[in-house]
RNA sequence: GGGCAAUUAGCUCAGUUGGUUAGAGCGCACGAUUCACAUUCGUGAGGUCACAAGUUCGAACCUUGUAUUGCCCACCA
């Protein structure tokens, strides 16, 4: 006999659970050409953080597929890594250096130091989310675990990179970019964030015409005016040229049209700053204009300036109107404008538009052989949805995902930090300026420029090129930019190794939807390029079949969790402490449907923990009655010997084969609630409360139990192979086979039985609770007509054993089992007649609102099993049904009358 | 401004191809409980499926419109 404890504790198990998978290579797939493959590579956590929901519930949700695979005999794959968050990680560990008096930690420290001092962090932090990751109880391959700056995984940028500069892809060019002064640095459109600012709107005298502007300190160098063709106010003046008394004296200006103007904002004209504004940027490119700057990459006005040159803008914004004011040039101020201004949402640094050089990918030029044309990148990532190589689930996404490529632009793959990869090209350059160069410890692309460095040549190179003086462009690249390789560089790319010739292209990509465009159509766009490079046939080259794009969670009041509201903010990690990775896991999946948010509480994970312990429970109820757990009861028709036992046999099956079907189409939601649903519903409330007594067939019991922990394993994984071990097998759950549905071994007719059997049981409790009859108190209950004396007869050990529990005697007249049935009364201590118990009239009441009720339902059946267009155009199966449904009905009928008369003669 | 969605019980959400009486968990009310489990068991109350019109034999589900909410993209001199 086995002893469990009371309640299951998963903090005393998880981690020897977790240390037995690892240490038995179970999560590491073999190449097998006899197996197919199982693939999912894990989106790969910055490696800086630490583990939050969203990191859980993706988790959760790709180790309940490996897991399932892996038991259906797949070869599973996950790979597991780490991100090197780039940006994230640089700002981070310069906050900290900033913090402890390193106030500029670029000039002060110089790259190789700096770069020394975010590495340790990394490495520290690496750690952190690794162990993780682990307490989640993912079921990852540790062995092929990476992390984007692996010198295999660097070389795999550097090709991509290299193959896409020969190919003209890439380009070096001229742009507004948006540009951090605080983090010094440019920041993808992506990664801007908007907020309301109340600020002054001023109407300033600018010759003929009055302009408005947010922004009068970018205004000294503005020469030319843009209004709307149509606008009849300024319809003398177009294409003028005059003289302006400006803020530093006069200037010649000119006037332009464009309908990009709105009419309606401010005055209807406006001047351009081209170097600080996309929409001036754009109009200056397209009229040819200079693009004069004035601010500097601190933020601080240039020499144009005059007077204010050195002043931040903050500084210089009052001074400057107080100048104008003093000229008379001012003519009014709107002090309740509200405009958005963009920060930085890594650091919050408001941005402030530069024009640099930067490394773009062009997205529009046909590079790629494609299905016999040569395509673009752009038709490339729409084709693969579009012929659905690739799925989107939900599919709403594809939809969303043409939208945005449609509107993409060239890429912007170049940032100015340190931390990532840096981009592999050199500039050649003359001795002098090299040494210039290495004076430089805080070197950006910008200082290239700003040095007047002159560049002889430029080319691509993994390293530095031996004829002459070279210097290696200092920027890094975008994150995503590596990020896009992952499914294939973690599999040995641009090697053609056998684990990327088994293993790719991978099967799923579960992710949130938030990094859809992010990341996921990027993945879709290298490896379209970098594998149809390498020769493969198209439907190799996709990066994964389906996208499983997961809803984020949310708090209770629906906002996004972050570490600025802690106080909603639930760590994942400490919930697994308090109640159980496994209910963690159960909390994330159950309710968390495809793209769509999902909010938690802490209440939720508890209820899960409560179900986890019920699963232990059962378990321990079971053991304490299967004397050999190891018995061989896989054939189970030998071992089924009542009604009960086929019963709960047909369950399961039809449990197995939903869970199938769940699974494979993505419901783990439902799947998992199926199983909550058998467990607690019908295994605890009924089989076992049926099989307590004297005819415990535990051979049904093993059976159920073993197939219900292996339906169970890859959802809550702990327990499950907790309990499997207390069954005293030696070789662990993780690697047992899933169960088999063949179709067969299902009992339709003693299922039926079995749940009126539940019905009049149910029924009996309500009666009992209605008419408040103690448990102890032993009564009698006369079961109706209607539930037919076969049933009873069949089914009779089950309805003696339940009638025992309930403390009742049934009585049918006239039966053969009420003869049987009688025998017990003998035994009784107390003996009500139900008639006694409750109120008549009151019952009588109700059963005659049971028959208004039932009758209106029949009329509706009637008159529509009278109509002749839902008899001609109603499918077959719904007309069968709805007649057996109005027999039925009229039969109940028929039974409440009589249950009147009945009630009315006593 | 463009796009995508959501609106179902007090709360959080399911509801698969249109098909019988719309479900679950939590919460609430009442009751039970030595015998696997108080992290338990039983019973119950609680819904005009946002609103309106349409298609259909039949609509929570399809169409159109309205309202509210959320998200994404663009713009904001």
Redesign the pocket.
């Known amino acids: 006999m086995i002893e469990l404890e009371?309640?299951y504790e998963s903090a005393k198990y998880e981690d020897v659970i977790y240390e037995r998978w690892e240490k038995s290579a179970a999560f590491v797939p073999k190449i097998s050409p006899k197996k197919k493959p199982f693939v999912i590579s894990m989106p790969p956590p910055n490696a800086t953080g630490t583990l939050h929901l969203g990191h859980a519930v993706m988790l959760a949700l790709e180790d309940i597929m490996i897991r399932q695979k892996r038991m259906q005999g797949y070869s599973a794959l996950w790979l597991p890594g780490t991100d090197h968050a780039a940006i994230a990680s640089q700002s981070f560990v310069e906050k900290k250096l900033q913090a402890q008096g390193i106030k500029r930690p670029r000039e002060d420290l110089g790259r190789d130091k700096l770069l020394e001092e975010i590495k340790s962090f990394v490495e520290t932090s690496k750690n952190t989310i690794r162990n993780q990751i682990r307490k989640m109880g993912a079921s990852c391959d540790w062995t092929r675990e990476k992390y984007t700056l692996d010198a295999g995984l660097n070389h795999a940028v550097n090709v991509f990179f290299g193959r896409m500069f020969e190919d003209g892809l890439i380009y070096h060019g001229d742009r507004i970019v948006n540009w951090d002064p605080r983090m010094q640095t440019t920041v993808a459109?992506?990664e801007l964030e908007?907020k309301e600012e109340k600020t002054n709107f001023y109407y300033i005298q600018y010759g003929p015409v009055v302009?408005?502007?947010?922004?009068p300190e970018t205004k000294f160098e503005d020469k030319i005016i843009v209004v709307h063709p149509d606008d009849n106010r300024y319809k003398k003046l177009h294409g003028k040229e005059f003289e302006v008394d400006w803020i530093n004296g006069s200037i010649k200006a000119k006037v332009i049209t464009d309908r990009c103007?709105?009419p309606q904002?401010?005055t209807?004209a406006?001047t351009i700053t081209p170097a600080h504004?996309?929409?001036d940027f754009e109009l200056a490119e397209r009229f040819k204009l200079e693009k004069p700057r004035i601010i500097d990459l601190e933020g601080k006005l240039l020499d144009v300036a005059g007077e204010f040159a050195g002043m931040s803008i903050s500084q210089a914004r009052p001074k400057i109107v107080e100048k104008l004011k003093e000229k008379g040039l001012l003519v009014k101020v709107d002090e309740n404008y509200v405009?958005?201004i963009?920060v930085n949402y890594r650091g919050k640094g408001v941005i402030e538009p530069q024009i640099m050089k930067q490394w773009f990918m062009d997205v529009n030029k046909p590079a790629i052989e494609w299905k016999g044309k040569r395509m673009s990148i752009k038709d490339v990532m729409i084709d693969v949805v579009e012929s659905g190589m690739i799925k989107i689930v939900p599919k709403?996404f594809e939809?969303?995902y043409f939208?945005w490529i449609k509107?993409l632009n060239d890429w912007c793959l170049s940032r100015q930090i340190w931390w990532g990869h840096q981009i592999p090209i050199w500039f050649k350059v003359s001795a002098e300026d090299k040494k210039k160069w290495s004076h430089h410890p805080e070197s950006s692309s910008y200082l290239l420029q700003s040095l007047k460095i002159k560049i002889l040549e430029t080319r691509f190179s993994e390293s530095e090129p031996a004829d002459g003086h070279w210097i290696h462009d200092p920027d890094t690249l975008d994150t995503w930019f590596s990020s896009a390789l992952w499914t294939f560089s973690s599999l040995g790319w641009p090697e053609h190794t056998d684990d990327l010739t088994y293993f790719h292209p991978t099967d799923v990509l579960e992710t949130g939807y938030d990094i859809l465009f992010f990341w996921v159509a990027r993945m879709i766009l290298a490896s379209t390029y970098c594998l149809r490079y390498d020769g493969l046939p198209e439907e190799r080259c996709i990066p994964f079949k389906t996208v499983y794009l997961h809803g984020l969670i949310?708090d209770?009041h629906?906002r996004k969790m972050s570490k600025s509201s802690p106080e909603t903010c639930i760590d994942p990690l400490e919930m697994a402490k308090k109640y159980g990775t496994d209910a963690v896991r159960l909390s994330l999946i159950i309710?968390n449907?495809p793209g769509?948010?999902?909010?938690l509480n802490e209440?939720?994970i508890a209820?899960y923990?409560?179900f986890v312990?019920?699963i232990w429970?059962?378990s321990?109820?079971a053991l304490?009655n299967i004397p050999d757990p190891q018995k061989d009861v896989d054939d189970i028709e030998r071992f089924i010997k009542t009604g009960t036992d086929r019963w709960i046999v047909t369950k399961l099956h039809r449990l197995i084969h939903e869970i199938n079907t769940d699974l494979a189409?993505y419901?783990f939601?439902?799947g998992a609630n199926k199983i909550y649903e058998f467990i607690?519903g019908e295994l605890?409330?009924w089989y076992?409360?049926i099989s307590k007594g004297e005819s415990m067939n535990s051979d049904v019991l093993l059976y159920v139990l073993k197939n219900v922990l292996r339906l169970l394993h890859p959802f809550v994984p702990f327990v499950t192979e907790v309990i499997w071990s207390k069954l005293g097998n030696s070789e662990m759950l993780i690697g047992d086979s899933w169960p088999k549905y063949d179709g067969g071994l299902i009992y339709e007719e003693d299922e039926k039985k079995i749940e009126i059997i539940k019905e009049i049981i149910?029924s009996i409790?309500?009666i009992r609770?209605?008419n408040?009859i103690?448990?102890?108190q032993k009564i009698q209950a006369v079961i109706y007509a209607g539930k037919s004396t076969a049933l009873l007869e069949s089914h009779k050990d089950t309805i003696f054993r339940m009638a025992r529990l309930e403390n009742l005697i049934i009585k049918e007249e006239g039966d053969k089992v009420s003869k049987a049935l009688w025998k017990l009364i003998g035994e009784i201590d107390l003996y009500i007649p139900l008639e006694g118990l409750f109120d008549i009239k009151k019952e009588i009441e109700k059963l005659k609102h049971q028959i208004v009720e039932t009758e209106n339902?029949l009329h509706?059946l009637s008159s529509?099993l009278s109509?002749s267009?839902?008899l001609n155009?109603?499918?077959a199966e719904?007309v069968a049904?709805e007649k057996e449904?109005m027999l039925q009905l009229q039969k109940e009928l028929e039974t409440i009358n009589q249950k009147i008369k009945e009630l009315e003669n006593l």
């Open positions: 009371k309640a459109d992506d908007y302009i408005g502007t947010a922004r103007i709105d904002m401010g209807g406006m504004s996309l929409v405009h958005n963009a709403r939809k969303i939208h509107n949310r209770i629906g309710g449907t769509n948010d999902m909010r209440e939720k209820g923990r409560n312990n019920k429970n059962a321990r109820f304490l189409k419901r939601s439902d607690w605890c409330d076992l409360e149910s409790r309500s609770a209605d408040k103690e448990h102890t339902k509706g529509r109509n267009s839902f155009k109603a499918p719904i049904k449904l």
